[in-house]
């Protein structure tokens, strides 16, 4: 609790106010470019029924999804401190609880992507069987299940230890407010460490068995192996940056301690590139490496004029 009401008190003092606003509009333009680029690409995703059974799109679309819900809410907290609005705890903790449950959603959704990659490439004659649009389904609710009760247990702790008239107190809108005491913010720590273990031998599994698919194949299923490798690689990095703004507060928390004037540009930076850049790298993977989707965005861009195959 000391901990929010010191960062509450660094976020609204000190600050110039040219240099707030020139900071809000460049976050504001990049949350709004990418929801936008988000929302054109799932609108492609649903126009065409060859991505609709397909479990590797299915999973990009959640991902595009979860992408823009996040990257709305941030640009809304974004505004509120901008414009020096403090929010009742209370209310603040239900856009947290959105936050977080994104936040925790795209990491998993990503390592669901690179285990579907896998068998596509190590197991081609199974991944028919295997990815369905059935069990990407199932996949997506799994991944809901396991982010919100994260997010809920951290929601029930904060309604048993927080202290009378906490819930009334006005505050930014932070992620930190539901980690009232240090026990739970060292379990929520723990917890995000464990994630990125699990994650990071997951992604390590499937790079090593696809770098030994694409030593042992030829021709096309060669060319398919490194594809696959390097679309894996991208992965990794997005999922380094994903769970690298769940360690942003503890950063921080550090930085505070050596100098108070360092809070607001390495808030400011970690917000920038684990936030927003973190996002971007979706579109990249696929609207741009993927060739069958490509086509499609290009065929949506120029507005129908161009022929589309029949396969996409």
């Known amino acids: ?17 040219s240099s707030v606003r020139m900071k809000t509009a460049l976050v504001l333009v990049l949350v709004w470019f990418f929801i936008y680029t988000d929302i054109f690409m799932l609108s492609t995703f649903f126009c065409r029924q060859a991505f609709r059974i397909d479990t590797r799109y299915i999973l990009f679309a959640h991902t595009l999804l979860m992408d823009s819900i996040l990257l709305f809410l941030t640009g809304l907290v974004v505004l509120f401190n901008c414009f020096y609005i403090l ?21 998993y959704t990503i390592t669901a992507m690179c285990l579907e990659r896998y068998v596509a490439i190590c197991m081609p004659l199974r991944h028919a069987s295997i990815s369905t649009t059935g069990r990407a389904i199932a996949a997506i609710i799994i ?18 230890t ?10 930014s809108c932070d992620y930190q407010i539901i980690l009232v005491t240090e026990w739970h913010q ?7 460490q464990m994630d990125f273990c699990i994650i990071v031998l997951i992604i390590v599994f499937c790079y090593t068995n ?11 299923n060669k060319q398919s ?6 679309t894996l690689l991208l992965h990794a990095v997005q999922l380094f940056l994903c769970t690298a703004d769940l360690w942003c507060p503890f950063i921080l928390d550090v930085a505070t301690k050596q100098s108070k004037h360092l809070y607001l540009p390495i808030r400011f930076f970690n917000f920038i590139f684990f936030t927003i850049f973190s996002r971007a790298l979706s579109p990249l993977i696929y609207g741009l490496r993927d060739k069958k989707f490509n086509l499609a965005l290009k065929y949506y861009m120029s507005c129908k004029s161009k022929p589309l195959s029949r396969e996409i």
């Not at 609790?1 to 106010?17: A, F, H, I």
């Not at 929010?87 to 990491?107: E, Q, R």
């Not at 982010?147 to 951290?154: L, Q, R, Y």
């Open 210 to 220: 696809l770098m030994l698919a694409a030593q042992a194949a030829s021709g096309e």
């Open 87 to 107: 929010l009742p705890v209370g209310h603040c903790i239900v856009l947290c609880f959105l936050m977080g449950f994104s936040i925790k959603n795209t990491p």
């Open 162 to 171: 927080a202290p009378p008239g906490y819930f009334a107190m006005p505050t």
């Open 143 to 160: 991944i809901w299940a396991f982010s919100s009760v994260k997010v809920i247990i951290d929601l029930v702790s904060v309604i048993v």
């Open 1 to 17: 609790m000391d901990y929010n009401s010191s960062s509450e008190e660094l976020v609204m003092t000190g600050r110039d106010p």
């Open 225 to 230: 192996a490194s594809k696959g490798r390097h």
């Open 186 to 192: 060292l379990m929520y720590f723990i917890s995000n």
